[in-house]
């Protein structure tokens, strides 16, 4: 499912997939793991994603916030135009960086 590349202080995970319900919970866990080592940035990489329902946002909103109270912070890229219009709709790109796919 999803694949992280770590670097300093920051974590990069790319799940590769549609971020819908029947994922979700492998994607969660995957997080908090993350979150649990103490991680401060979080990138997700949305590359070869195409969906991301209501169950997905929560997930990566309720990622934000555990970011948050620990002075981290969540940066979201690869974004599809579909999706990135998404995260402009619902304001979730005033809560964190959403950065659409190059090119």
Known sequence: ??????????????????IVASIAEMFKKK??????????KLIIDLAGVEMVD??????????HNSLNKAGGK?????VSH???????AMRLDQHFEVRPLAG
Not at 2 to 15: G, S
Not at 31 to 40: A, H, S
Not at 82 to 88: A, E, P, S
């Open 82 to 88: 579909d999706i990135y219009g998404l995260f402009k």
């Open 54 to 63: 209501a169950v997905g946002l929560g997930v990566m909103v309720a990622a």
């Open 74 to 78: 969540l940066t979201v890229t690869n």
């Open 1 to 18: 499912m999803a694949k992280d590349r770590k670097k300093t202080k920051q974590q990069v995970i790319k799940p590769g997939e549609d």
């Open 31 to 40: 997080l908090i793991e993350v979150l649990e080592k103490g991680q401060t």
